[in-house]
């Protein structure tokens, strides 16, 4: 839905519930004080990601033999100095 409404900081204690169920139908809310924004309430969005196939990248790049090997002594000091 994700309509915005906005709604008066004193009027929050008598409509929670309706104020519940807006923001769970998707709507985002915006809290005022003395007729200024002062706060945004958004739903949080909870995407379901797939998950990834095994060996979806197989075959596009080769992982070297010495890719666990310590680094060399001239890049580690690089990371040492700022």
Do not use: H, W, Y
């Not at 080769?62 to 001239?74: A, G, Q, T």
């Amino acid at each position: 839905m994700d309509t915005i409404k906005a709604l008066d900081l004193n009027e929050i204690p008598d409509k929670l519930p309706e104020i519940l169920k807006l923001i769970q139908e998707g709507n985002s809310l915006i809290l005022t004080q003395a007729d200024q924004p002062i706060a945004e309430i958004k739903p949080i969005t909870t995407k379901t990601k797939k998950r990834r196939p095994i060996g979806l990248c197989q075959g596009e790049f080769i992982v070297p033999d010495n890719f666990n090997d310590p680094l060399p002594e001239d890049i580690i000091k690089l990371f040492d100095n700022p």
